[in-house]
């Protein structure tokens, strides 16, 4: 299965908003992945240590939708 920590987001498109039907959007965020699901998401400076081991993918700063 798939083990990825996305790093260096600028923009993170989330659904995170409050807002019915609104988008939030994270910024300087990283996502982690574990087994193929998204185990972990936040700020790309409070990555918890269990999850630094994973295989990282910088993306240099662009917007990152997910889905």
């Known amino acids: 299965m798939t083990e990825l920590l996305v790093r260096s987001i600028g923009h993170l498109v989330t659904n995170a908003s409050r807002i019915p039907g609104d988008l939030g959007v994270m910024t300087h965020a990283a996502v982690a992945i574990r087994g193929g699901v998204v185990v972990w998401v936040g700020r790309d400076d409070e990555v918890p240590a269990d999850l630094r081991d ?14």
């Not at 994973?54 to 889905?67: N, Y």
Request: aromatic fraction near 8%.
């Open 54 to 67: 994973l295989p990282a993918f910088d993306v240099g700063g662009r917007a990152v939708l997910p889905g």
